[in-house]
């Protein structure tokens, strides 16, 4: 009975093209993103930023579950309503993110491991009692020379799995995230063939610990160039190289794929995604979605700035870049979306190049 609802709410995240908006970022991480615009880095600034990202009109329109961290899970809109309680109301399924971060990797210098496992049950009940349907977790690999070892690789994909069963046997639908992360030069070939062979592992690992494939999904990177890679790729190139890594290391029985967006502006995040859709959307055993962060956050947050006043024009970014995504996720996206002239001027601002505190293009 267990797996069969969990079956039903994999089902439902991934439901009409929609996708999950990920907002679970550590208070650590919240705050450095704050810093860079001068917000102020506080519990309130926090809750006033979700607020403005969860009550955005429309949002249930393209988004079919939110992550929260823990902070967030327990915080309410200025006039009292729980975040909870607003997430109900809109049809969109609460998920909260359980891992307790990536820690130093003991004997590996330079490598991490994800923790978070001891008292992961009594946790997981706890919020599975407040609501929560789907929980995220994910796990850090790091592309050098040596890198990413088998060390590394299989204390994260255990823990990855361990997460999985403790989640399922909770009733809730463990995303599992591990992310081969864009920093490096290195080619579009290696970040495959890695991706690959964590892909191979934490499929292994899932198995070994009896994880219904069924009810869960994963949230990978997509296979891209190294962040200073001096070599371009086409979106096409993107998504040929994704989509060939996922049929060659995702089993068929995973019913979807929500990528995360690892540092790709918005654009192109969109235009990837859109790429493996359009190529070939009903012969992928999977659904392709996105579960972004930064790329569907960062034009909201830049507009926001932490002032009252920009929540109509920061939400109006974030409610056209998850519709765009949406969009991605049926193969229909144009780029003349990004600049659609019936957006106010403020919202075409969102697109138009960002300008450095001197007034330079940043
Ligand atoms: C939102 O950031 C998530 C939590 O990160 P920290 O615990 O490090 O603060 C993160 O897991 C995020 O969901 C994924 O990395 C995807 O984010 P991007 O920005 O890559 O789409």
Redesign the pocket.
Same mark, same amino acid.
């Given at each position: 009975m267990r797996s069969h609802s969990l079956v039903a709410t994999a089902a439902q995240l991934l439901a009409s093209d929609k996708g999950l908006l @990920?907002? !679970? %970022?550590?208070i @650590?991480?919240?705050n450095a993103r704050f810093a860079t615009l001068g917000i102020p880095q506080s519990e309130e600034s926090r809750r006033a930023y979700r607020e403005m990202l969860l009550t955005t009109p429309r949002l249930s329109g393209s988004i079919s579950g939110a992550?929260l961290?823990d902070e967030t899970f327990h915080q309410s809109t200025a006039n009292g309503t729980a975040f909870l309680g607003l997430l109900a109301e809109s049809g969109i399924l609460a998920g909260i993110?359980v !891992?307790l971060?990536a820690v130093p990797l003991a004997g590996r210098a330079g490598e991490t491991v994800t923790e978070g496992l001891d008292g992961l049950r009594q946790r997981l009940a706890g919020y599975a009692e407040l609501g929560a349907r789907f929980a995220?977790w994910?796990a850090v690999f790091r592309i050098g020379r040596e890198t990413p070892s088998m060390m590394s690789i299989h204390a994260n994909v255990h823990a990855l799995a361990r997460y999985a069963a403790l989640c399922q046997e909770a009733g809730l639908v463990p995303i599992v %995230?591990p %992310?081969v992360v864009m920093d490096g030069a290195h080619s579009i070939e290696r970040c495959g063939s890695v991706t690959e062979a964590v892909l191979h592992a934490v499929f292994r690992a899932l198995y070994a610990q009896d994880v219904t494939l069924e009810g869960m999904i994963l949230k990978p990177n997509m296979v891209l160039p190294g962040a200073s890679c001096p070599d371009p790729v086409s979106h096409e190139d993107v998504a040929y190289a994704t989509i060939d890594c996922l049929l060659r290391s995702v089993p068929a029985a995973v019913p979807g794929v929500t990528f995360?967006?690892?540092?790709q502006p918005a654009e192109p995040a969109s235009a990837r995604l859109n790429a493996m859709n359009g190529r070939s959307k009903d012969a992928m055993p999977w659904a392709l979605s996105f579960?972004? @962060?930064? @790329?569907v956050q960062q034009p909201a947050l830049d507009l926001w700035g932490g002032r009252a006043e920009n929540v109509d024009v920061a939400q109006h970014a974030l409610e056209l870049r998850v519709a765009i995504n949406r969009a991605a996720c049926r193969g229909a996206y144009r780029p003349s979306m990004e600049h659609d002239d019936t957006s106010s001027s403020a919202l075409r601002a969102v697109f138009a190049p960002r300008r450095g505190p001197s007034g330079s293009s940043a």
């Open positions: @990920a907002i !679970d %970022e550590s @650590a991480t919240c992550i961290c993110k !891992d971060g995220k994910r %995230e %992310e995360l967006s690892g540092g579960s972004f @962060a930064r @790329a």
